[in-house]
């Protein structure tokens, strides 16, 4: 039996005691009042009946004297009212005292009646004699029903005040009893509490102070007792079967630390080791060239063209050296579009002597929008997927385009194409790898990074799925759309000077 369900039983069983006392005490309550309210009506009715005889006495007297319709009304009125209080005397029932009595004052309750209306009937009749006598009987009843109901009021009063000495015993009985019954309720709630609490905080002060040796590290201590089936038997149980698995997992641990030393010594040897290996690869990495000399060569063999007329090989060399610049720059911080738009019209000023005028580019941009800070390398590899996969394969007439606008909360950059375009099983194949972030190497790509690497890195870049949208049919070219959300602050550091001059040599 649980704690919770051993208290619900006490409190009901006590709820159900303090009821059967209060109900006990209630109906004897209201009992008394019972007894009180009988008393109470044969009293007011004993007093109706003594007013409402002595008002017909009076009028029938007026009438034998003075008769007039107005007295014969209200006689009447008050005779049907004795008659009703006839009627509820003899609904209530009198004590074996007066049971006679009572009996004779109902039946000359209705002589009474009887003899004024024969006194009535007789008025003014030769046999005047007749009349008198019924008028005297009229009287002589009237001061008997008088007389027994100052007898029935006397009895009534001497038993109401018997009943309220009872009452008041009783009253003093029922107080006792109440007190008394709260008195030993509240010791038997005291000794449950202290039983109960005792029997809670006995195994939880063992319990802790077997916490507190397992913590000093004593695991000899012996399982505690398991004396009840409720909470505190389970956490006893449980205290004991997690004693002895800590126990054994301490043996555990200590088999597996001397291994791990050994292990450990020859950890430290292969760390070693590894030191020496890439010391040496160090060394052999600072052997390779230097990005900054190709750099420099490049610009050298570009001012070197200029200066011997070749104009178009030294812009090219320039175009080259800035694409390599720009590659080589860290992937983990961000660019301005304008930085983008800047490297990818250097890319097109190489493919533009590639492809010569088999291709041209359109451009549409809005300069507000610059700003926007994009991952690095994030258009280059899609004009250059443009190229590859798109008009690569055309004699004449492809076209690739750049456009660039401003919504109410994003940045669209879309870059298109004329070319082959791909079938729906080629788009569903590209979405499943950006999905499962499947980034093949892209062989034929100069930085090495594709269209699912891009899409991977704008999700990551803002956070969101949806930045990108592909639109693409076979033989009716391909349009990607960058959908980036706006950005409260641009790239600190070269963005205006970047913007400045994307706009004066962007020439596409």
């Not at 039983?9 to 303090?18: E, K, R, T």
């Not at 000495?165 to 109440?178: F, H, K």
């Not at 298109?416 to 499962?436: C, I, K, T």
């Not at 803002?462 to 409260?488: A, F, H, M």
């Amino acid at each position: 039996m649980t704690i919770q369900n051993k208290l619900i039983a006490f409190f009901f069983v006590l709820i159900i005691l303090m009821s059967a006392v209060s109900f006990f005490i209630y109906q004897s309550g209201q009992q008394s009042i019972s007894q009180y309210d009988e008393i109470l009506q044969r009293f007011l009715l004993l007093n109706e009946i003594a007013q409402t005889n002595h008002e017909l006495q009076t009028l029938f007297t007026r009438y034998v004297l003075v008769p007039s319709d107005e007295q014969l009304a209200q006689f009447e009125y008050h005779r049907q009212h004795l008659l009703d209080y006839q009627q509820q005397f003899e609904e209530m029932v009198a004590t074996d005292s007066t049971r006679s009595m009572s009996k004779n004052y109902y039946h000359m309750l209705s002589y009474l009646l009887n003899r004024m209306e024969l006194a009535f009937e007789t008025y003014g009749q030769p046999n005047t004699r007749e009349h008198f006598q019924y008028r005297e009987d009229v009287y002589k009843v009237s001061s008997w029903i008088n007389e027994t109901t100052l007898r029935f009021i006397n009895h009534e009063l001497t038993d109401y005040h018997t009943f309220h000495r009872e009452l008041l015993v009783q009253s003093q009985s029922y107080l006792t009893m109440g007190i008394v019954t709260a008195i030993i309720l509240f010791k038997v709630s005291l000794l449950f509490t202290y039983l109960f609490c005792k029997k809670i905080t006995d195994p939880i002060r063992l319990l802790a102070g077997q916490a507190k040796a397992l913590s000093s590290g004593n695991f000899s201590i012996k399982d505690l007792r398991v004396t009840t089936n409720d909470e505190i038997g389970l956490l006893t149980r449980t205290f004991n079967q997690m004693k002895r698995d800590i126990h054994r997992l301490i043996k555990q641990i200590k088999q597996k630390a001397a291994v791990e030393a050994k292990l450990h010594e020859q950890t430290i040897k292969n760390i070693k080791m590894n030191q020496l290996l890439k010391e040496m690869e160090l060394r052999t990495l600072q052997n390779q060239m230097n990005p900054h000399f190709l750099f420099n060569t490049l610009n050298m063999v570009s001012k070197l063209a200029y200066i011997e007329g070749a104009e178009k090989t030294s812009d090219l060399i320039v175009s080259i050296s800035n694409l390599l610049r720009y590659n080589l720059r860290s992937l983990d911080k961000p660019v301005t579009l304008a930085d983008e738009l800047k490297h990818v019209r250097d890319y097109f000023d190489i493919q533009k002597n590639r492809f010569g005028e088999r291709v041209s580019i359109k451009v549409d941009i809005d300069a507000s929008c610059l700003t926007q800070p994009v991952p690095l390398l994030t258009l280059q590899p899609l004009i250059e997927n443009a190229f590859i996969h798109g008009i690569d394969s055309l004699e004449s007439g492809g076209e690739i385009g750049i456009t660039v606008e401003e919504t109410t909360t994003h940045v669209h950059v879309e870059v298109y194409d004329n070319g082959a375009g791909m079938d729906q099983d080629v788009l569903q194949l590209l979405w499943r790898q950006q999905a499962e972030f499947h980034l093949d190497d892209q062989h034929g790509h100069t930085t090495g990074i594709g269209l699912t690497n891009v899409i991977k890195r704008l999700s990551l870049f803002y956070d969101q799925e949806d930045v990108v949208d592909i639109r693409s049919k076979p033989g009716e070219g391909t349009r990607i759309i960058l959908k980036l959300p706006k950005q409260t602050k641009g790239i600190q550091g070269g963005g205006s000077s970047c913007i400045r001059s994307y706009l004066l040599r962007m020439k596409l």
